[in-house]
T-cell receptor, first 111, second 117 residues
């Protein structure tokens, strides 16, 4: 079992839908959690960063961390075709500079 | 502020040829990384450098060497390229950003697409 599990998709939704992207993990020592967006033929771009449990909101994006369930989520409200990309979760132990990545979920938002 | 830059963007090699992928960052970060990304495999760490003068192996180091030339630059060398090294290579650095507040996080370059025939 990989330390970080992420459904590869693709996840296809209509424009305007609320999107939920998720990762589960097995290492209870993970303390920081990140979401990256990667457009086709581009490098990953940091979207959201959270430390420990709780929610964080930034515009249409909300990141949620449930450490008791070892489960993290990224919600996208009012999804747009420009949100079509691969979303990677990543996480690491406090003080570690080597995050562990999920394999990414492909999201398609169709007009 | 260019962030993380990589050269070249594309490269085609024949089996057995050698080449060096270049990476530079202008964010004054201490840590730098090389990843490869293959379909269905996600990002896999090849080598990393926690600080200038140090390098360590990651998950898939075989067939690669690295040099941390100075704080800004971190190069990846393929001494004798093999078809299994056909991949997209990403360089990254780790440091503080506005998105992460005061906490270190990773920033990626645009990638190098390498094909080995």
């Amino acid at each position: 079992q990989k330390e970080v599990e992420q459904d590869p998709g693709p996840l296809s939704v209509p424009e305007g839908a609320i999107v939920s992207l998720n990762c589960t993990y097995s290492n209870s020592a993970f303390q920081y959690f990140m979401w990256y967006r990667q457009y086709s033929r581009k490098g990953p771009e940091l979207l959201m960063y959270t430390y420990s449990s709780g929610n964080k909101e930034d515009g249409r994006f909300t990141a949620q961390v449930d450490k008791s369930s070892k489960y993290i989520s990224l919600f996208i409200r009012d999804s747009q075709p420009s949100d079509s990309a691969t979303y990677l979760c990543a996480m690491g132990k406090g003080g570690s500079y080597i995050p562990t990545f999920g394999r990414g979920t492909s999201l398609i938002v169709h007009p | 502020n260019a962030g993380v830059t990589q050269t070249p963007k594309f490269q085609v090699l024949k089996t057995g040829q050698s080449m060096t992928l270049q990476c530079a960052q202008d964010m004054n970060h201490n840590s730098m990384y090389w990843y490869r990304q293959d379909p269905g495999m996600g990002l896999r760490l090849i080598y990393y450098s926690a600080s200038e003068g140090t390098t360590d192996k990651g998950e898939v180091p075989n067939g690669y060497n690295v040099s941390r030339l100075n704080k800004r630059e971190f190069s990846l060398r393929l001494e004798s390229a093999a078809p299994s090294q056909t991949s997209v290579y990403f360089c990254a650095s780790m440091g503080v950003s506005g998105t992460s507040g005061n906490t270190d996080t990773q920033y990626f370059g645009p990638g190098t697409r390498l094909t080995v025939l």
